[in-house]
C-alpha cells in the first residue's frame, strides 16, 4: 500500500514537472527567431475617395548576436485592403524569405529609416485581386531580391499618423518591433 501510493505521488510529481519545464520553453515553430514584428494600419483619403488597410506580423531569425542585421530565415503573414468607388480588393499575402538585412529604405516616407529587406518567395491571395493589391506598398512580387518590407527595424512601439505615408489621409500606422535576443 504504502509503495503505491509514493510511486504514484512520484508520478504526479513528475508530470508536475514536466508540465513546467515544458510549459516554460517557448514555442518555436519557425526555429529562434530574432525579431518579431507586428503591424496594422488604416487611412481614409477624403480627397481621392478612397481607403486602404493592413494588418499583420512578420518574424525574423538565423541571424548571430545580440541585435542582428542580418539573417537566413524569415515568415510574414498579413492582409491588405483597398476600397473606393471604382475598385474594392482585399489580399492575403505570405512571404518565406531566404535572407533578411537591415538597411536604409529609399521608398518616399521611410528615406533613411533602417527596414527589414529580404529575399524570397511570396503568395497572393486570392489571384483575381492581383493586379490591384500588387500596386500597393509593402507587397512583394512571387519572387524577389532586396525587397523593403517598409517594416522599421526599431525595437519597440512606432505609432505614426497616415499622412505620414500618404500626404491627406486620415488614420494611423502601428508598428511593434521586438527584439527576441
Not at 5 to 16: D, E, K, Y
Not at 124 to 139: F, N, Q, W, Y
Not at 152 to 162: F, K, R, V, Y
Amino acid at each position: 500500500m504504502f509503495r503505491r501510493v509514493v510511486s504514484r505521488s512520484f508520478v504526479g510529481l513528475l508530470a508536475a514537472a514536466a508540465l513546467g519545464v515544458f510549459a516554460a520553453t517557448p514555442a518555436l515553430a519557425y526555429g529562434a527567431e530574432n525579431y518579431q514584428i507586428g503591424f496594422a494600419g488604416t487611412a481614409l483619403y477624403p480627397a481621392g475617395g478612397f481607403s486602404i488597410g493592413f494588418w499583420g506580423w512578420c518574424a525574423f531569425g538565423g541571424g548571430t548576436g545580440s541585435l542582428p542585421t542580418s539573417g537566413t530565415t524569415g515568415d510574414c503573414q498579413f492582409a491588405e485592403y483597398i476600397h473606393s468607388s471604382s475598385v474594392s480588393a482585399t489580399c492575403h499575402q505570405s512571404i518565406d524569405a531566404t535572407s533578411w538585412t537591415i538597411e536604409p529604405s529609399v521608398f518616399p516616407g521611410f528615406v533613411g529609416i533602417p527596414t527589414f529587406h529580404v529575399t524570397g518567395t511570396a503568395t497572393l491571395d486570392p489571384a483575381r485581386a492581383a493586379p490591384v493589391c500588387l500596386t500597393l506598398p509593402g507587397i512583394a512580387p512571387a519572387s524577389f531580391t532586396d525587397f523593403d518590407t517598409l517594416l522599421p527595424a526599431i525595437p519597440g512601439h512606432t505609432s505614426l499618423p497616415s499622412s505620414f505615408l500618404i500626404p491627406g489621409t486620415v488614420g494611423e500606422l502601428q508598428i511593434q518591433m521586438t527584439p527576441l535576443q
